[in-house]
């Protein structure tokens, strides 16, 4: 796949929408997240209208371990109703999370499941954020409908280094925190 993204690149390294899903491939699906994150950045300036680029831009950001806060938040401006906002507003959250302010991932999560019920990645998102806010009651009830889901979810189930390698850590203290299953 990799030869076929830096084939399609040579062709044409102007089209927004050929940086975004060239970028969104070299970092999320192969792991080449230092190659995939100047696409996008080049792909929002091309088009700083593309709900698409701003929302990779933002994952690409917390795979390098960089700050994503402000790109999820301009994709959810760009288009808050699209069939994805769910991603966004988890992405969203991970970043709020991550940059140290579990309260605001806390009613990001919520908004996130409040649009998607029972989507799993803001539910152990959520989890996180009452973890290391704080909020013994609400965690236990949060693990509890995951469990009510996912009877099987464990902590080693969740965990995937490759994800967000400068941030994982943070998920997975929470989750202990939380009394998750290892």
Known sequence: MERLVR???QLDREDPRVLTISGACLGYTLGLNQDGLPLLEKATELDPNSYLAWLQR??????TGKRGISHFERALRLNPRDLRAPFAQ???????????????AVELAEEALKQLPGFPPAMTTL????????????????VQAL?????????????????????EKILIDGWRLAGMPE
Request: glycine content about 6%; overall charge positive; hydrophobic content about 45%.
């Open 7 to 9: 084939r399609v690149l």
């Open 58 to 63: 933002g994952f690409a950001c917390l795979r």
């Open 90 to 104: 988890n992405g969203l959250t991970w970043a709020h999370l991550f940059d140290g302010d579990p309260t605001k």
């Open 127 to 142: 989890i996180a954020a009452h973890a290391h806010a704080g909020n013994l009651d609400d965690v236990r009830a949060a």
């Open 147 to 167: 469990l009510a889901v996912r009877p099987a979810t464990t902590i080693s189930s969740m965990a995937d280094p490759s994800r967000f390698p400068a941030y």
